[in-house]
């Protein structure tokens, strides 16, 4: 698996939101392990269901959500999203877990709580062509909001009286990331104002956004910026008449995002 494609992974399952492209791009390597090397044995701290016949393998060791270390693995199948998300929910269901799903024949999340360990388990599943891709995850302890008036860079402001403060991120040799979310009730127009205006004046260049818009221009914002090898990616989404507007950002440092290394030059 890609870096950029773990991370985009991790975005996915703390967002909890199925489908609005984060999951494009990212192709699995092959499996590499001897058949005699088991490289699950202890990857998960607490039990964890493991499906029938798949080949599962560990994914980093340095992935977090807020100040919690979470453990992840992926998988495939040719067995389609409802089956595998079946699995999940019976097993969960019967060792007495809080159960929470949403799944489609394309895929989706299911999610179970153990409040007596406060352990969260959740399991992402995306059906493309004739492969299910699957992602079990364990976090150990539930998250925790987030406080301060900068995303997980000092350099990147938050929308002012923004609400629920939510910061995770990832890390691997010679590459990290970061993403922080929150919701306001500022409007998409003050949002986009707000980015366009702080931004820059913190050594931040606006590009063209890679993404592809995944609603209308008056419900959904994308922008792109880029600071030395650090591109930062703001999605701003309006959910309602009366102007809340969901802000997600993430943050990517490494080389193959393709910048080169000295900062952009003030203007």
Known sequence: ???????????????????????????HKGAEARKEVDRMRGHFPAPMPHYPGAKEFPMGDTLTVGTNRMKMSYFHTRDDSLRVASFYAAQWNAAGHY???????????VAAYDPAKGILRQVLIKRQARTTAVYPSLVMEPMRP????????????????????LRFGARDPGHKSSV???????????????????????????????????????????????????????????????????????????????????APAKR
Request: net charge neutral.
């Open 99 to 109: 159960v929470t799903e949403d799944i489609s024949p394309a895929g989706g999340i």
């Open 1 to 27: 698996m890609t870096k950029l494609a773990k991370v985009t992974v991790v975005v996915f399952i703390a967002a909890g939101i199925a489908f609005l492209g984060l999951m494009a791009g990212g192709q």
């Open 146 to 165: 987030a406080t301060g008036g900068h995303a997980s860079s000092p350099d990147v402001p938050v929308y002012p009286g923004a609400e629920g403060v």
């Open 180 to 262: 922080t979310m929150y919701t306001n009730y500022g409007g998409l127009v003050n949002n986009v104002e707000f980015f366009r205006t702080e931004l820059p004046g913190r050594g931040w260049r606006e590009v063209k956004s890679k993404g592809g818009r995944l609603l209308p221009a008056e419900y959904h914002q994308n922008l792109t910026f880029h600071k030395g090898k650090r591109e930062l990616t703001v999605n701003l989404t309006q959910m309602d008449r009366e102007g809340r507007v969901r802000a997600h950002i993430t943050e990517a440092t490494g080389d193959e995002l393709g910048y080169p290394g000295k």
